[in-house]
């Protein structure tokens, strides 16, 4: 009896001073997008009790993706929710209002870049509705170091004791950061300037565009919410006859259709165009595990895929060597490609 009553009088004691509350102290952070997701897993390398609560994978546009029970009750326990922002998740903004008015920390990834006035201008989604921005400001590599830099301070603020760590890590891939933009925009850059165009389904390459010289044109608009009309498929038609453009782009998170309409529309008309060698990734990475589940081999693997699909309809290009000494390295099925498969 007297053994136990000075166990649990150590225990209380314990408790006041903080011991046990160290040991069970842990982060837990939610991430909506896989870009996201990518970031904070990076930032919090080496980092012990971090949770991190992914709600979207792979192939999943965030445009479209509604929260479920599961994911706010993850929401609602987070120290803090990392979200893209921009209005990038557009089912969500009740949600983060609701949130926000708990207490729960919720971060933007944009904003910052935002508040930055972005590398290259803001990309308005019409002239009605000016204040709204293209929230695809990820796709200049240079936007991304400016969110790395803030999610990190943002970090070190929740959480003083590992604040070092956080920015240690920004600091480290920020490099790594600088050497994929040079490897990306000399690449890009090695396609004859009046054949630089990128054509896809929805206009999620705004900021890509601009970083590396090339001119956008998508079926959709900034958002897929909105179903592409018949008007919006004659207009690429147009666009892609006028231009003489060879190459059409299917992305990982939106149905080929539009882009199937497009290439049957220009071959009806007597034309020729081809679909991308492989889809490229605009709103989601690719799988875990994969060079595309990655942020750097996601732009990494666009790069080659725009590049490899012009070479293969003809253009001259030049795809540099892989910038040494930035991880992950290109896999070997992604730099060998057939031109006729
Ligand atoms: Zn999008």
């Known amino acids: ?61 965030p445009h479209l993706y509604q929260p479920t029970e599961s994911d706010i009750t993850a929401m609602n326990q987070a120290d803090i929710v990392v979200y893209s922002g921009l209005h990038l998740e557009g089912q969500f903004d009740a949600v983060f209002e609701a949130l926000g008015e708990q207490g729960v920390a919720i971060y ?37 170091e400016i969110t790395v830099l803030d999610l990190a301070e943002t970090l070190a603020e929740l959480d003083a004791d590992n604040a070092d760590a956080y920015l240690a890590n920004a600091e480290d891939y920020n490099e790594q950061l600088q050497l994929l933009f040079e490897w990306a925009n000399e690449g890009m850059r090695s396609v004859p300037e009046e054949q630089r165009y990128l054509v896809t389904s929805h206009d999620a390459f705004q900021y890509f565009g601009a970083a ?20 919006d498929i004659q207009g690429t038609v147009d666009f892609v006859i006028g231009n003489e453009i060879p190459v059409l782009f299917v992305e990982s998170s939106i149905p080929p259709d539009t882009i199937q309409a497009v290439v049957e529309a220009v071959e009806a008309d007597g034309g020729t165009v081809r679909i991308g060698v492989r889809e490229l990734y605009s709103d989601a990475m690719g799988e875990p595990d994969t060079f595309g589940g990655t ?37 070997e099925d992604i730099l060998n490609v057939d031109c006729e498969a």
């Open 1 to 61: 009896m007297k053994k136990l009553s000075i166990m649990v009088c150590m225990i209380v004691l314990m408790l006041s001073i903080g011991i046990l509350n160290a040991q069970e102290e842990s982060l837990n952070i939610v991430t909506t997008t896989t870009q996201a997701t990518d970031l904070t897993t990076i930032l919090t390398d080496g980092v012990e009790g971090i949770n991190i609560t992914p709600l979207m994978g792979a192939g999943v546009d």
């Open 295 to 331: 942020y750097i081999g996601m732009i990494a693997e666009n790069v080659y895929t725009m590049l490899q699909s012009y070479q293969c309809a003809g253009a001259e290009v030049t795809i540099p060597d892989w910038a040494e000494g930035v991880e992950p390295a290109p896999p």
């Open 212 to 231: 590396f010289g090339w001119q956008m044109e998508a079926i959709q608009g900034l958002s897929t919410e909105d179903e592409a009309g018949v008007g």
């Open 108 to 144: 933007a990834m944009g904003e910052s870049v935002k508040d930055a006035g972005f590398i290259i201008g803001g990309f308005d989604l019409s002239e009605e509705l000016t204040d709204v921005d293209d929230p695809h400001f990820w796709f200049d590599p240079r936007n991304w």
